[in-house]
């Protein structure tokens, strides 16, 4: 008779939709099919409070070079097209070099004929010396003599840096690259004469995509929980299977105000070793990671159920209807809670509402 009674129990309990909990009483929860419920794993994971910012991928200072002249002249060759790959000291661009050869070839005789003119000054100063001492010159004469000599000294010497100067401008007309990097855009053609004045007109642009940085666009609400050194998680659109990871270096003071939104850039330095590769502009979804726990036993925020009973989650059995766990909890981030006790690691529980079909 009993056992008959609990069987006409249980088939009512299941056909009026009521749960069985761990110690044989039940919950009425709305009525759901246990087939059709969307159910998560418990697992340990890192488990954090976060703040969440649209940014943007930005070269780092001194990752994005403009490759210019610092002569003028017509470009005779150039050695880059964009998207081709550079190494630092690589010729990039030779200009016309002929004239600047001749200028430094007239240094050169310049040079040559102001010491020929020292080593003659230098013999008639050393005669004017020797007659001298015998008294044959005075010494208004003789002082000529040194004075002549200490004239071609001098202008040896400045021979010689006007000398160092073709050279130099010579070597300008050889345009290296300054970084390693990807050439980003190319703004002069083969045949185009470019003058150089107070600006440099650019060649090509380099940017070192090693050398890249993400700008978080952080709310003013948000700003005062922000502090450098807090890692970062961030996803491109590219990449949708990958998460990239960092840490804030710095935040600008100065606000960034579009719409009458107030901003703050928070710059966030990524870490190496992704294997995807990144360029400037692509726009990110970044979460800054506040605080929370590292390898804690953790459900579904989704999971978390309360009533006047206290708090509870519904761990889904092999056969039959799910059953009802209490638990204690830890810290709650955005997504998922830390959990004391009440559920194992392995065990489903289910998530969102009961009459929700599994997706």
């Not at 610092?70 to 016309?96: F, I, M, P």
């Not at 010491?115 to 010396?129: I, L, N, P, Q, T």
């Amino acid at each position: 008779m009993k056992i008959a009674m609990g069987l006409t129990l249980a088939v009512a309990a299941l056909a009026g939709g009521w749960y069985i909990t761990a110690d044989g009483s039940t919950t009425n929860e709305a009525a759901a099919d246990p087939g059709t419920l969307r159910t998560a794993a418990v697992v340990r994971r890192d488990v954090g409070a976060t703040v969440l910012a649209t940014g943007v991928i930005r070269p780092k200072i001194g990752a994005e070079v403009r490759v210019g002249s610092r002569v003028s002249g017509v470009l005779h060759q150039l050695n880059a097209t964009v998207g081709e790959r550079v190494r630092k000291g690589q010729l990039l661009a030779q200009l016309d070099s002929a004239p600047f050869w001749a200028a430094y070839l007239e240094a050169q005789a310049a040079l040559a004929n102001a010491r020929a003119e020292s080593a003659f000054a230098a013999g008639e100063f050393e005669r004017a010396r020797e007659l001298r001492d015998v008294q044959a010159v005075t010494p208004t004469e003789f002082a000529g003599y040194e004075r002549a000599r200490a004239v071609t000294d001098a202008q040896v010497d400045r021979a010689a840096a006007q000398l160092d100067a073709a050279r130099i401008q010579l070597g300008y007309t050889r345009i290296m690259a300054p970084i390693s990097g990807v050439v980003a855009s190319v703004s002069t053609q083969v045949g185009e004469t470019v003058a150089a004045s107070f600006a440099a007109p650019t060649f090509v642009t380099i940017i070192d995509l090693d050398r890249l940085e993400v700008w978080a666009y952080v709310d003013e609400t948000d700003i005062g929980r922000v502090e450098v050194g807090q890692r970062a998680r961030f996803t491109v659109d590219t990449y949708v299977d990958t998460e990239f990871t960092g840490v804030v270096s710095a935040i600008r003071p100065q606000a960034e105000i579009q719409n009458a939104v107030v901003n703050y850039v928070t710059v966030i330095r990524i870490d190496p070793g992704h294997g995807r590769i990144l360029r400037p502009e692509m726009t990110t979804t970044t979460n800054i990671l506040l605080d929370g726990r590292t390898d804690a036993l953790a459900i579904s925020n989704g999971a978390v159920r309360r009533d006047e009973n206290g708090v509870y989650a519904l761990v889904s059995g092999d056969t039959g209807a799910p059953l009802r766990r209490s638990l204690s909890l830890g810290f709650r981030g955005r997504e998922y809670t830390e959990v004391i006790d009440g559920v194992r690691e392995g065990d489903r529980v289910v998530v969102g509402s009961l009459t929700t079909p599994a997706r």
